[in-house]
């Protein structure tokens, strides 16, 4: 199982972006999806985690800003970022959560919680 984000790129406050993780190697309808980040100097925190049925959970700096969406015949699961900020400069991660299945239901977003984690894509926002 592979998994590779991509979309990043540099955009000044304000701005918009749509990150992609592709998924190859396995179905994903039945487990739950997370986004992370990593700002330099910084540790990986959680920004939005999604379930198998539709459960989100995002963190309060993102919310009303970002949106997490997944399209499961295409096996990609999305993160669509507006109005960015410079605080919301960071390597952006998408991990799966294979263990459990659809025993395991979103209530928050840990990373500890996901098995398979991709690449990262770099966000930068400046002006």
């Known amino acids: 199982v592979q998994l590779q984000a991509s979309g990043g790129g540099s955009v000044q406050p304000g701005g918009s972006l749509t990150l992609s993780c592709a998924i190859s190697?396995?179905?994903?309808?039945?487990?739950?999806i997370g986004w992370f980040r990593r700002a330099p100097g910084e540790r990986t925190e959680a920004v939005s985690c999604?379930?198998?049925?539709?459960?989100?959970h995002y963190e309060d700096s993102v919310k009303g800003r970002f949106t997490a969406s997944r399209d499961n015949d295409k096996r990609t699961a999305y993160l669509q970022l507006n109005n960015l900020k410079p605080e919301d400069t960071a390597v952006y991660f998408c991990a799966l959560r294979q263990r459990d299945g659809v025993g395991f239901r979103v209530t928050n977003c840990q990373t500890h919680e996901y098995d398979l984690w991709g690449r990262g894509t770099q966000v930068t926002v400046s002006s």
């Open positions: 190697g396995t179905y994903i309808h039945n487990y739950a």
């Open positions: 999604n379930g198998w049925n539709g459960d989100s």
